[in-house]
């Protein structure tokens, strides 16, 4: 059965701290993998991986992908209360976008 | 460009019920797909449609269907409403022929079944 891991489920930071999200898969068929942010709202994309070992970087934000361990990383840099949201991680196996179930992150001033 | 629309936004039904959700994709998006939001299930995929066919399905009972007509426009319907059906239901549109890179997703309709 194809899943998603996501972890920690929730943390909670300082501003100013370093973050890493993690994502770990099992799929069939690999295709993947998208990182987005949600607030009280619809998710909003942040990065779209598909090669091992290439960084995506978007300001204090960047993320990997390692296919070979089957995993990806969030890393948010200087957090600040605005980045206080949900992240989720999904992978397309060429049928569908299987989701984690997120990682809930708030940053106390 | 305008974003995806959803309509309603809310919705409050009786078990037993039907109901009918809208999705309009971003212009020139030809790829929709639904997901069933819910706190102990996160985003569960609930069918792909393109050019007005349905390309992929999750696993959900056939009281779940969908259609998408010509102008890429898409509807949702649930037959049958039980109380486990209440939940966000957000819809994404793709801009590419396959579905795996970015989707852009509408606000929901927060469904409410009692």
């Known amino acids: 059965e194809d899943k998603v891991v996501q972890s920690p489920l929730s943390l909670v930071v300082h501003e100013g701290d370093t973050v890493t999200l993690n994502c770990s898969y099992e799929?069939?068929?690999?295709?993947?993998l998208l990182w987005y942010k949600q607030e009280k709202k619809a998710p909003t994309f942040l990065f779209m991986l598909?090669?091992?070992?290439i960084e995506k970087k978007s300001g204090r934000l960047s993320s990997i992908l390692d296919k070979k361990e089957l995993f990806s990383i969030l890393n948010i840099t200087a957090t600040q209360t605005g980045d206080s949201a949900v992240y989720l991680c999904?992978?397309?196996?060429?049928?569908?976008?299987?989701f984690g179930t997120g990682t809930s992150l708030t940053v106390i001033p | 460009k305008a974003g995806v629309t959803q309509t309603p936004r809310y919705l409050i039904k009786t078990r037993g019920q039907q109901v009918t959700l809208s999705c309009s994709p971003i212009?020139?998006?030809?790829?929709v797909s639904w997901y069933q939001q819910t706190p102990g299930q996160g985003l569960q995929f609930l069918f792909e449609?393109?050019?007005?066919?349905?390309?992929n399905k999750g696993n959900f009972p056939g009281r779940f269907s969908g259609r998408q007509f010509s102008n890429s426009r898409s509807e949702m319907n649930v037959s049958t409403l039980e109380l486990g059906d209440s939940a966000l239901y957000l819809c994404?549109?793709?801009?590419?022929?396959?579905?795996?890179?970015?989707?852009?997703f509408g606000p929901g309709t927060r469904l409410t079944v009692l």
């Open positions: 598909t090669s091992s070992g």
């Open positions: 799929v069939t068929n690999f295709r993947s």
């Open positions: 212009s020139g998006h030809r790829s």
């Open positions: 449609y393109f050019s007005e066919t349905q390309r």
């Open positions: 994404a549109s793709s801009p590419a022929d396959r579905a795996y890179n970015e989707q852009f």
């Open positions: 999904a992978v397309h196996t060429g049928n569908q976008f299987y």
